[in-house]
């Protein structure tokens, strides 16, 4: 969904949730375990709406934007900035893992920076927010809109698994810490996602880096 920046008491990243989202019960039920997951490295997420209409979720505003954009721009990184990105991720998944939680969308682009300026705390965002989709026969209904927009960080197994499991998220790790070392985007070879491949030079072609939009 899209991502506004607001203001209540300080700023705040506000989330609007599309309509592949599950509501009503199930909806408040998950997103109060959601918010229960505090840690370090990951996005806290503050607060939400659920009526007939809308469903939002409120998150800490991080001023520093994305591993994404910053990998982007020359020298915004140094080695040990990108270490500790790293590490920041690790302990992150680790944190979740620990709680039975799958992340489902490790990338850069949901790799937040909490402060504009080194010292540098990496933490994620959308964590767990599978949790929140509508469910067939027990399982998340991923929409091919989110697969689309994490081609190169998802699972090869994936077609043929038809969900994202905690392996999943060491998969897309391990494609998080190729890019903080190259520089470059993951590719793909095929539409099946069977086998990963590094372009010889950066993409000029970015993908749409967080925050998207910005509202008062």
């Known amino acids: 969904g899209t991502v506004y920046r607001g203001n209540r008491d ?7 949730l ?6 009503g019960y199930d909806f408040v039920v998950e997103v109060n375990v959601l918010a229960r997951l505090g ?3 990951l996005v806290p997420l503050l ?6 209409t809308e469903r939002c979720l409120v998150y800490e505003f991080c001023k ?16 040990s900035d990108r270490l500790d990105v790293a590490d920041d991720v690790a302990s992150g998944l680790k944190f979740l893992r620990e709680n039975d939680v799958v992340h489902g969308g490790v990338k850069t682009s949901n790799i937040l920076l909490a402060s504009s300026e080194p010292p540098y705390v990496a933490k994620l ?6 949790r929140l989709l509508v469910r067939n026969e027990g399982k998340p209904v991923i929409p091919q809109s989110a697969i689309d927009n994490a081609r190169g960080y998802v699972d090869p197994a994936f077609s043929k698994k038809g969900n994202v499991v905690a392996a ?4 897309a790790c391990g494609v998080v810490l190729l890019e903080l070392l190259s520089g470059q985007l993951p590719a793909w070879r095929s539409p099946t996602w ?3 491949a590094w372009p010889s030079a950066p993409c000029s072609t970015p993908a749409t880096a967080w925050p998207v939009s910005y509202t008062h």
Do not use: I, M, Q
Request: aromatic share 12%.
């Open 10 to 16: 300080g700023d705040v990243a506000v989330k609007r």
């Open 18 to 23: 599309r309509n592949f989202f599950s509501e």
């Open 39 to 41: 840690h370090r490295n």
């Open 47 to 52: 607060g939400y709406t659920c009526d007939a």
């Open 64 to 79: 520093g934007g994305s591993v994404f954009a910053k990998l982007r721009t020359p020298r915004s990184l140094t080695w």
């Open 125 to 130: 965002h959308d964590a767990g927010l599978g």
């Open 168 to 171: 999943s998220d060491v998969y």
């Open 194 to 196: 069977t086998s990963l």
